[in-house]
Nanobody, 127 residues
Framework: VQLQASGGGLVQAGDSLRLSCAVS????????VGWFRQAPGKEREFVAA????????THGDSVKDRFTISRDNAKNTVYLSMNNLKPEDTAVYFC?????????????????????WGQGTLVTVSS
């Protein structure tokens, strides 16, 4: 399976942006998908995740109430809607997938649980 992240760009603080993660070579409904980000000089950070065969989602504390993950299984695409962007949201955003089903959606916040990774898309937020 391949994951292709897209939709990044340069925006101003307070703007909105929607990232897409297109899944090919597999059926999206079978995959748990997470978004992670990594800023220069910082460790990779969990952003949001959606569990397979479920409507359950989870979001990182730093993006709760601003970012929303969603999936469209018919389009084999997972989205990350980002509102009220801040300069500290600047990072490369990666989507990742796993076929393993975990009991709780919180398990999907752990990047080590993912087997498939996309190439990343850069989001830059200017102040």
């Amino acid at each position: 399976v391949q994951l292709q992240a897209s939709g990044g760009g340069l925006v101003q603080a307070g703007d909105s942006l929607r990232l897409s993660c297109a899944v090919s070579g597999g059926t999206l409904r079978s995959y748990g998908v997470g978004w992670f980000r990594q800023a220069p000089g910082k460790e990779r950070e969990f952003v949001a995740a959606t569990k397979q065969y479920s409507s359950e989602t989870t979001h990182g504390d730093s993006v709760k109430d601003r970012f929303t993950i969603s999936r469209d299984n018919a389009k084999n695409t997972v989205y990350l809607s980002m509102n009220n962007l801040k300069p500290e949201d600047t990072a490369v955003y990666f989507c990742a997938g796993t076929l393993t089903r975990y009991a709780g959606v919180w398990y999907y916040s752990d990047s080590s649980r993912y087997n498939y990774w996309g190439q990343g898309t850069l989001v830059t937020v200017s102040s």
